[in-house]
């Protein structure tokens, strides 16, 4: 039930965000979900791709600080207060939320949101429990 998201160490010089999408671009990757966390100096830039160890090795190769990290890919009934049902189960059972952020595009008719929390496994049964689905990596890779 997880997924492997890359994140990449960015200075905040013009053309970094453009140099990592194109490497990712020419070697067919496509990117599913992102967000950048940004200070005046630096970035990390979060991603979802449709092929995590392709991502990360290309990345590398091309000179960029990479590394992979398990998140989860939840779907949220698309809705007002669908993220805070979601939220509600996470806080029932003690987990913190790291980040999250949203997906491009949705894998039904919910919407799709990516967690990094501490404890992952907690959060998969916590959420399973309240029949909140879960997506797998091979789901989230072929949206």
Do not use: C, H
């Not at 990757?29 to 995590?52: C, E, H, K, M, Q």
């Not at 993220?83 to 509600?88: C, D, F, K, R, S």
């Not at 894998?107 to 967690?115: Q, R």
């Amino acid at each position: 039930m997880k997924v492997k998201q890359i994140s990449i160490f960015l200075e905040n010089k013009t053309g970094r965000l453009a140099q990592v999408t194109r490497v990712l671009g020419d070697n067919g990757i496509n990117i599913r979900a992102l967000a950048i966390a940004d200070t005046t100096d630096f970035g990390i830039l979060r991603l979802i791709v449709n092929d995590p160890d392709r991502a990360y090795r290309v990345l590398k190769e091309a000179g960029f600080t990479v590394s992979a990290t398990d998140v989860i890919a939840v779907e949220v009934v698309d809705e007002p207060g669908g993220l805070a049902g979601v939220l509600a189960v996470l806080q029932e059972a003690n987990l913190n939320i790291e980040y999250l952020y949203a997906f491009l595009q949705k894998a039904s008719k919910a919407a799709l949101v990516v967690f990094r929390v501490e404890q992952l496994d907690g959060a998969i049964a916590a959420l399973q429990a309240k029949g909140i689905r879960i997506l797998s990596g091979e789901e989230v890779y072929a949206l």
